[in-house]
């Protein structure tokens, strides 16, 4: 049973005064698995604060329902819900103990003190905050609050965490760490998580599965490895990756393939490939690799192409220069030219 599923959900706002109104949510359906990590990916705006303040019960759905643990909660309000969220502020109350601002939501448990307590010191044990419970919230950095919040999320034993982007306020470096601690505490309680985030890279690194949403809808929801490797449209092609796929127009199709894969021509292994000529424009030098930023001159037309060259590829290449580089023919990813939807693969001759 899906710990978490929503059907058919779509959420209007009001738009303000003759503005109609904004669907916020166009219509989805989504099931998590249970002990899913499940990433909330896509640009600003495209609704996923929304649909997991509606999962939560913050929100009320326009149409369609919300279950949770295999019960609809439409109307049920959040705290009735097994769930805890987690935003990006913490809101921690600053004038409580870190050991305070834990055990706040117990006290409408009807629990005893030393049961509250007991709970709040496993909670901090497991995120590593046991030497903090008497300090105040100001007297911790980003990434200790950051772990009380989620100590404060967990003492309710939810069914569910749901998350939104709780890692924005800190720096890159702390951000990494927090990502991968994020990661190995949900794996010891192995308790379904819903992460909202815009951080491919975050999304990436977390997710069980990734639902790239865009506009109210989700576009593809997969593993990683597979939303990277086999995107479902040209959305999702050109929002993964940095740099993006690499699409070129042929014959009523997009021809796609990743930066990483379009190499000279003895590096590419297999025996079919496919050549691609362009003029060298622009060289970037990024970590050791280099990006070359390119231009492919066919029937007239010109399409941007980029290439990402690993430091291990001496080659020199200078600004102005044509090169021949080449892809393994297994790596081309086939969209209708016309809906951007994936295509079956297509032969395609040289030249
Ligand atoms: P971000 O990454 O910027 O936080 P998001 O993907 O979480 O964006 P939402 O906050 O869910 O996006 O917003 C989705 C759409 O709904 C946006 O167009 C937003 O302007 C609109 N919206 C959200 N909340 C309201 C509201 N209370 N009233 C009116 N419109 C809203």
Not at 68 to 94: D, E, H, K, T
Request: charged share 25%; hydrophobic share 40%.
């Amino acid at each position: 049973m899906a710990v978490v599923e929503v059907r058919n959900l779509t959420k209007n706002f009001d738009g303000g005064r003759g503005h109609g109104h904004v669907r916020a949510i166009d219509g989805i359906n989504l099931a998590t698995d249970e002990g899913e990590y499940l990433v909330l990916l896509g640009p600003s705006g495209c609704g996923k604060t929304t649909l997991l303040r509606t999962i939560a019960g913050l929100e009320e759905p326009t149409e369609g329902e919300v279950l949770i643990g295999g019960n609809v909660v439409n109307g049920l309000p959040p705290r009735l819900r097994r769930i805890a969220m987690v935003f990006q502020s913490y809101a921690l109350y600053p004038h409580k103990t870190v050991l305070d601002n834990i055990v706040f939501p117990l006290k409408a448990a009807q629990l005893d003190k030393a049961e509250r307590e007991r709970k709040a010191r496993w909670a901090a044990e497991l995120l590593g905050i046991e030497e903090l419970l008497n300090r105040r919230p100001r007297q911790l950095s980003g990434g200790e609050r950051q772990r009380v919040a989620l100590a404060r999320a967990m003492v309710r034993e939810p069914q569910v965490f749901l998350l939104d982007e709780p890692l924005s306020n800190l720096d890159a470096k702390l951000r990494a760490s927090a990502r991968d601690e994020l990661r190995r505490f949900q794996q010891r309680v192995g308790t379904t998580t819903i992460y909202v985030t815009h951080d491919q890279s975050e999304a990436m690194g977390l997710g069980d599965r990734i639902a790239v949403m865009e506009r109210g809808r989700v576009r593809q929801m997969a593993p990683p490895v597979e939303v990277y490797d086999d995107p479902a449209d040209t959305f999702v092609a050109t929002f993964l990756g940095s740099p993006p796929m690499n699409l070129v127009p042929r014959d009523g199709h997009l021809v796609g393939f990743r930066p990483e894969h379009l190499l000279p021509e003895n590096l590419v292994p297999g025996e079919q490939k496919i050549r691609v000529p362009f003029t060298v424009d622009r060289i970037e030098h990024l970590s050791g690799d280099r990006h070359l930023y390119g231009t492919v001159h066919r029937l007239g037309e010109e399409t941007r192409v980029i290439t990402r060259l690993p430091a291990t590829v001496t080659l020199p290449v200078e600004a102005g220069e044509e090169h021949t580089f080449a892809v393994a023919a297994d790596r081309l990813r086939f969209f209708d030219a016309t809906t951007g939807e994936r295509s079956e693969p297509m032969p395609l001759r040289e030249g």
